[in-house]
């Protein structure tokens, strides 16, 4: 049950990482950052694999109320 709901998760989450990259390419000079394509693809990750986390510990959460 676990296994699937991290699959389910990064399924999920994992389909925004290269909206991610290319969002922060255009806003975050925005805002006077201009980072490079490598650490905007550290800064989707680290985030996408938090998110990843997050999701499945709260589908998990929420099937063992049922």
């Known amino acids: 049950m676990l296994k699937r709901c991290f699959i389910e998760s ?3 989450v994992g389909t ?3 909206p991610a990259v290319l969002i ?6 925005v805002f006077g950052l201009y980072p490079t394509i490598l650490d905007s693809m550290g800064i989707a990750l680290i985030f996408t694999v938090v998110s990843i ?4 510990f709260w589908r ?4 063992k109320m049922k």
């Open 10 to 12: 990064s399924i999920d």
């Open 16 to 18: 925004g990482l290269i």
């Open 24 to 29: 922060q390419l255009y806003i975050f000079p």
């Open 53 to 56: 986390i997050r999701s499945a």
């Open 60 to 63: 998990n959460f929420f099937r």
